[in-house]
Each structure stands twice: as C-alpha cells, then as structure tokens.
C-alpha cells in the first residue's frame, strides 16, 4: 500500500516527510530536560524538615 503511494505521489511523499520530520524534532525537545532532571537526581540532595 506505502509502496505504491511513495513511489507515484510526491504530495503524500512531501507530506509524510514533513510529518516524520515534526515528530523527530517533537521527541527531541524533551531530550535537554530529561539530561537535566538526571544530573538533578544523581548530584543533589534534598533535606525536608517539618
């Protein structure tokens, strides 16, 4: 089905690109504060008092 929509369309080819590209770049995002919140958990220390 994908093989045939890829190899005659360029309109679902640019778009399914886009779509590939966005969802990278969406992932991403999130890499910088995941690499934070882990330098937080190994290096920090909490002390709560009541």
Do not use: D, H, K
Not at 7 to 36: D, K, T
Not at 41 to 46: G, Q
């Amino acid at each position: 089905m994908f093989e045939s929509l890829f190899a005659n369309n360029e309109f679902f080819q640019g778009g399914f690109s886009l779509m590939l590209i966005g969802a990278v770049i969406a992932a991403i995002r999130y890499v910088p504060v995941l690499v934070w919140q882990l330098i937080q958990r190994r290096w920090s220390v909490t002390v709560t008092t009541r």
